[in-house]
């Protein structure tokens, strides 16, 4: 296990088009990390889970955007009608609560950059 | 809920000199501050994180001081090297209500001139 695993890592596609993205993290994290970055800016949060559970979503993901974590271990981030403004780096962490595997630190995988044409 | 504010948003300094990024946070809640490094084109990376229960932490050049009382923390580069060129993000862990949710600063960007 050498960290978090995203992809796609670059998808360009057409406005109005559905776009998945996978994360898988590190294997004895139990909590998940979607967040959103554009370019000069932090990673803005977008969702959490904590094993298979979504916890907490962003006012900043509109109905078009749809998270799961099926059996608590890989997750994917669901965009539908995408639009132009959606073009942007989307980051997945992973972070565990456990003292032995670092509490709460948290790893970023590369990111799946989508540009919306 | 936590908002992170992170200054200055631009930082030139000559190499050898040193650098300090201040972030502020409004939730005295949270309990776990991280620095993250970003290069251009790549994830950010942990450099040094500071939990509630110290003042300051230091790794070989990098240094973390925290006050809560004013709800501050800053982190400090000493001796400046171009490869320290970068942009640089603050969180803080807001454990409220049972979520865990880490909030950033709106990130530093740092140029260490040769």
């Known amino acids: 296990d050498t960290g978090v695993s995203q992809d796609p890592r670059h998808k360009i596609t057409k406005r109005g088009q559905n776009v998945t993205f996978r994360c898988d993290p590190i294997?004895?994290?139990?909590?998940l990390y979607w967040y959103r970055q554009t370019l000069g800016q932090g990673p803005e949060f977008l969702t959490y889970f904590q094993n298979e559970a979504q916890l907490e979503k962003s006012r900043l993901l509109s109905d078009r955007f749809s998270a799961e974590r099926p059996k608590g271990s890989f997750s994917t981030l669901e965009i539908q009608r995408t639009e132009q403004g959606d073009s942007a780096m989307y980051l997945c962490a992973s972070s565990s609560r456990d003292k032995r595997a670092g509490a709460n630190v948290l790893t970023f995988g590369a990111g799946s950059r989508l540009t919306v044409l | 809920g936590e908002n992170v504010e992170q200054h200055p948003s631009t930082l030139s300094v000559q190499e050898g000199d040193s650098a300090v990024i201040k972030c502020t946070y409004s939730d005295s809640a949270s309990n776990y501050f991280p620095w993250y490094k970003q290069e251009l084109g790549k994830r950010p990376q942990l450099i040094i994180d500071i939990r509630s229960n110290v003042g300051e932490k230091k790794d070989q050049r990098i240094a973390v001081t925290l006050n809560k009382t004013a709800k501050h923390f800053s982190l400090h580069i000493t001796e400046t090297q171009p490869e320290d060129s970068a942009v640089y993000f603050c969180a803080a862990f807001d454990p409220q209500r049972g979520t865990y949710k880490y909030i950033f600063g709106t990130g530093t960007r740092l140029k260490v001139l040769a």
């Open positions: 294997s004895e994290h139990n909590r």
